[in-house]
């Protein structure tokens, strides 16, 4: 085929520049917006209101789900001014259940958050993503379970409880639910009803701002511990919550076989650097070069300069904002190193930039 | 260099960089929903026109649901090229992170490679606006447009060689695009890539495009494949001339400046919004007129603020005036038929030996006088009599 070589070389090059999938969404969109053939859009069906802050969103999802294991998260992406914004949820509801729901509390200055809690009625379309996540039961189950919560990290517990509910579970689980006073509870009735009709289950509020009468207050300690979880050495410990209960929790159960899950606000993740002075990256695809100081990651100082690079979690999750990095060195705010000076694919919402850089953006 | 504004010096033209980028400040506050619900209508149009389109061309049976068929896919390409492609391709909507208006995943229905594109246009010439040499937009490396060219006999064909261009306009910028790409290239890195590699990406978006306006869709219709054929045909010709007449009015209009490398030494910000301002030139008309040339009638605001949603350019446009004629710079601006008129004066005139071609042109104004006197403080300036007389009292 001296004729046609590119087409007879790459066929599908020709039918994805024909863009099936795009015509395909654009009218199934619009003939019902929660339509697709590449994302997974859910219609909102329910709003319930937990707690004055928090309110749990019942999705139905359109033919693209795949489905969740107990304790997984989704990415979610809402529209916000115009602009596609995308954060992780874990999910609170049964996978059995016929529809899936997300439970959102609202974070201070957080912008998705408040958004969802202020703006999400029933009839609006949220896009998910598929659930990942390691934060999930093992195939044989431990004998002893011990949850530590802290405020909204109880949504993926909630989730595990049910789970264990329907597998007829027969061993012993505790769940000290840190949070700050008793109207903050989330899940309180789901949890009260829990305990009626299991025997295996037993649940403690401690609380952190408001103490009341009949229940503990504090933080986690090890006093904490010991008073509420006598069998602690023989326990499997699942934790969630802000990084500040977790860093306690790691240093106080060493030794036992422990899962964490944190979520991080993007930008939290970023350990404070000071610098001074700047460096240059230079953007290879729109020959602009501009100067970034290096205090954080690249997408937040790119942005800050009015360059959208296309962007996802910001967590380092979703690699949306991959791209080729042909010359210089960048920190990976994920763990802390270091990279080479030569060409990789690096995610700029957890990269720092150490030295000039060369980005294909 | 020839110049119908008044000469500024430094520090009146770093005031004027001030007030601009402060304007740009301003607008670009308030992008948002109202943007993203602009181009996400105007993609609408254009899938639901090209759907429409090529449905009546197909399954027409007499002429005027194929003239309907081919008008409507024109409309389609029109719109696809200028007011959605050309638009995102300088990342102007690129913020709301959504891949179907990035910059970065966007190709267009039109022979020219995209990536290849916003290297000799996002790049190149909105960097070297009408810098002869360097800004290879300006007369397409083949077309005279101003005494700093030499003149060869060779210009004498450029009336003619233009309409070819005109009418093929797509090839034009597609076999642009790759050239430049390889000439800008050092020297010394040209061993990476050869001028065929370059070549290879424009052939195939060639391909591509020749497969399906000229084989698949035709195949589609079976027996009716010549009809087919035409319509598509027409529908690439009309959006050829109507993105070149849009585009040559854009800096080649009798009044537009150009450039040499040596004035551009060392240039401010400031400095470079006041060559784009000089080197462009305006359309004027209605708002559907501005959709469909994608507001490159607005190539003023165009070449100052790229990545700016085009449709701001309406609310800029009036603002951006001002300031000019506070500064005493010439505002270029004028009717579709007259702005396109004096293109033509200036590409016939430039086929001819500068003795004749500035007898065509004619000696111009030098300066123009400022409107309003310099140092007067702003706010005296938009104060009305009947504001002045409650201030007084």
């Not at chain 1, 008793?182 to 009626?196: A, C, R, T, Y």
């Not at chain 1, 959208?308 to 763990?335: A, E, F, W």
């Not at chain 2, 049976?61 to 390409?77: D, H, M, N, Q, R």
Request: proline share 4%.
């Amino acid at each position: 085929m001296k004729t046609f070589p590119f087409i007879y070389n790459e066929p599908r090059e020709f039918l994805s520049f024909l863009q099936p999938k795009e015509w395909a969404n654009f009218f199934l969109g619009e003939l019902n917006p929660r339509f697709s053939v590449t994302a997974t859009k859910a219609k909102v069906i329910e709003v319930k209101e937990e707690t004055s802050d928090t309110k749990t969103f019942v999705l139905k999802p359109n033919w693209l789900w795949k489905g969740f294991v107990s304790g997984q998260h989704v990415p979610v992406t809402v529209e916000i001014a115009g602009r596609r914004v995308t954060r992780f949820y874990s999910l609170s509801s049964h996978p059995n259940d016929r529809y899936l729901q997300i439970t959102v509390k609202r974070q201070k200055g957080g912008l998705v958050s408040n958004f969802l809690n202020q703006n999400i009625k029933k009839g609006d379309i949220l896009e998910l993503g598929e659930a990942s996540g390691e934060f999930v039961l093992p195939k044989d189950l431990p004998k002893e379970l011990l949850f530590l919560a802290g405020g909204s990290g109880i949504t993926p517990i909630h989730s595990i409880l049910k789970d264990l509910q329907t597998l007829n579970y027969n061993g012993k689980v505790t769940l000290l639910y840190f949070v700050r006073s008793f109207e903050d509870i989330i899940f309180k009735s789901s949890f009260d009803l829990m305990q009626k009709n299991v025997s295996w289950l037993t649940v403690h509020y401690v609380f952190s701002d408001t103490p009341k009468e009949g229940y503990a207050s504090g933080f986690l300690t090890k006093e904490i511990l010991e008073k509420y979880v006598p069998n602690l050495k023989s326990s499997s410990v699942y934790v969630c919550g802000p990084s500040p209960m977790q860093t306690k929790a790691l240093s106080l159960l060493e030794g036992l076989p422990i899962k964490s899950e944190l979520f991080l606000l993007p930008g939290q993740n970023v350990t404070k650097v000071k610098k001074e002075g700047t460096v240059d990256v230079f953007l290879t695809l729109s020959h602009k070069t501009i100067q970034v100081k290096g205090e954080r990651s690249l997408l937040e100082e790119l942005e800050e300069q009015g360059i959208y690079p296309q962007s996802g979690c910001r967590m380092g999750i979703c690699h949306t904002c991959v791209c080729k990095k042909q010359t210089g060195s960048i920190t990976d705010l994920s763990n802390g190193e270091t990279s080479q000076l030569g060409e990789e694919n690096i995610q700029i919402c957890v990269s720092r930039a150490e030295s000039n850089l060369e980005l294909e953006l | 260099m020839r110049t119908i504004s008044k000469k500024l010096n430094k520090e009146e033209i770093e005031a004027f960089g001030k007030e601009v980028d402060s304007l740009r400040e301003e607008v670009m506050a308030k992008v948002g929903k109202e943007d993203a619900d602009h181009i996400r209508f105007i993609y609408k149009t254009y899938r639901y026109t090209e759907v429409l389109g090529r449905g009546l061309i197909h399954f027409s049976f007499e002429p005027i649901s194929f003239i309907a068929g081919t008008l409507l896919l024109s409309i389609s390409k029109i719109i696809n090229n200028m007011e959605l492609g050309h638009n995102v391709l300088h990342g102007q909507y690129d913020w709301m992170n959504d891949p179907r208006f990035n910059s970065r995943t966007f190709e267009w229905d039109i022979v020219c490679n995209a990536h290849q594109w916003k290297f000799y246009h996002n790049y190149m010439h909105h960097t070297y606006t009408n810098v002869l040499n360097k800004d290879h937009d300006y007369g397409y490396n083949f077309t005279r447009l101003t005494e700093a060219q030499k003149w060869k006999p060779v210009h004498l064909t450029q009336p003619f060689t233009n309409m070819f261009l005109a009418m093929n306009f797509q090839w034009g910028i597609g076999a642009h695009g790759y050239r430049v790409e390889y000439l800008e290239t050092p020297k010394k890195l040209r061993k990476k890539k050869t001028l065929k590699d370059y070549k290879a990406l424009f052939f195939k978006k060639i391909e591509l495009q020749l497969l399906k306006d000229y084989i698949l869709f035709p195949a589609l219709a079976g027996l009716n494949f010549p009809k087919v054929i035409l319509g598509n045909m027409l529908a690439n010709l009309i959006r050829n001339l109507w993105t070149y007449a849009v585009i040559f009015c854009g800096h080649f209009t009798e009044n537009a400046e150009s450039f040499t490398t040596d004035e551009i030494v060392g240039e401010t910000k400031a400095q470079w919004y006041l060559r784009q301002l000089k080197g462009s030139s305006n359309l004027d008309g209605n708002n559907l007129f501005y959709t469909m040339t994608g507001h490159l009638s607005h190539q003023i605001e165009h070449h100052m603020f790229p990545d700016m949603p085009a449709k701001r350019y309406r609310e800029v446009a009036p603002r951006l005036k001002e300031i000019c004629a506070k500064y005493g710079q010439h505002y270029n601006t004028g009717s579709f038929v007259k702005q396109f008129a004096s293109v033509w004066k200036r590409i016939i005139a430039y086929s001819f030996p500068d003795h004749i071609a500035t007898k065509v042109m004619g000696k111009r104004k030098k300066y123009l006088e400022p409107t309003v006197v310099l140092n007067q403080p702003s706010f005296q300036v938009s104060l009305s009599t009947e504001e002045k007389a409650v201030t007084l009292t």
